[in-house]
């Protein structure tokens, strides 16, 4: 039997766990009925409105989820907004390391803190776009009446443009996620010390002894 200890972290609670996976879902959704409403070689799967139906009932979770984390957990709404939106001199110097760190290189990375200068783009381009998709949809769903032929095409290139950017941005944030092993962050919450040494040596320094856990 072996008697090894890890020392872990813990770097989210179970709400924020249950609202990110429960967002992938909604946001995968979006993402496939989108696609079969836009794409004519998929038109055949839009027959009998289903996936209309589906597109719009996934809405209601899309945007109600990151409010009610913000009513929720108003303090750490507000960090993370304002952390993505935060760039500092080490964040410079990480994106010149970026290349290297894509292919999975840590070598002279600078310290970074909770989030990495990579994750902070990651999220505030989610923020941005979570925006815009979600304004031009409503312009969509609702404008008919009101905007006119231009204004319908000009929210439609808005929101296509941003579900674009949203799916090439979950691209990136998946590939990640595998290349640095962060998943055990958004299952169980847990991060080893060393991973978090690692990717976020000076969020790991702030933290007291107390919150590593031996197990
Ligand atoms: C299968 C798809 C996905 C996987 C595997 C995944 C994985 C992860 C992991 C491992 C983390 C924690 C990273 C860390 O240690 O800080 C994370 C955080 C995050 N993810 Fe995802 N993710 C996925 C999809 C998405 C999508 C679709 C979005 C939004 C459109 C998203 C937005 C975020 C945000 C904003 C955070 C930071 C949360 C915070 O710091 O409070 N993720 N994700």
Redesign the pocket.
């Known amino acids: 039997m072996s008697s090894e200890s890890v020392r872990l972290v813990q770097?989210?609670v179970t709400g924020?766990r249950v609202i990110?996976w429960a967002?992938?879902v909604t946001?995968l959704l979006l993402l496939a009925t989108g696609l079969v409403l836009l794409v004519p070689g998929l038109s055949s799967l839009a027959a009998g409105g289903v996936s209309r139906l589906v597109h719009r009932i996934a809405v209601a979770p899309f945007v109600l989820l990151p409010i009610l984390y913000g009513l929720f957990n108003p303090q750490?709404a507000r960090e993370?907004i304002v952390e993505s939106f935060t760039y500092t001199r080490q964040d410079v110097a990480w994106f010149k390391r970026m290349p290297g760190y894509f292919f999975g290189s840590t070598k002279d990375l600078p310290p970074q803190g909770r989030?990495n200068a990579g994750?902070k783009l990651h999220?505030a381009g989610?923020f941005i776009m979570?925006v815009t998709v979600t304004v031009s949809g409503f312009m969509l769903w609702f404008g008919k009446g009101q905007l006119g032929p231009d204004g319908l095409g000009l929210a439609a290139i808005a929101h296509d443009v941003s579900m674009l950017g949203?799916t090439v941005?979950?691209i990136g944030?998946?590939y990640f996620?595998f290349v640095y092993d962060?998943?055990s962050?958004?299952l169980t919450g847990w991060?080893t010390e060393e991973y978090a040494r690692l990717e976020h040596p000076q969020w790991l320094a702030e933290l007291p002894e107390s919150a590593i856990v031996v197990k």
Do not use: D, K
């Open positions: 770097r989210y924020q990110h967002g992938v946001f750490r993370l989030i994750q999220h989610t979570f949203l941005l979950l944030h998946v996620t962060a998943l962050a958004m991060v």
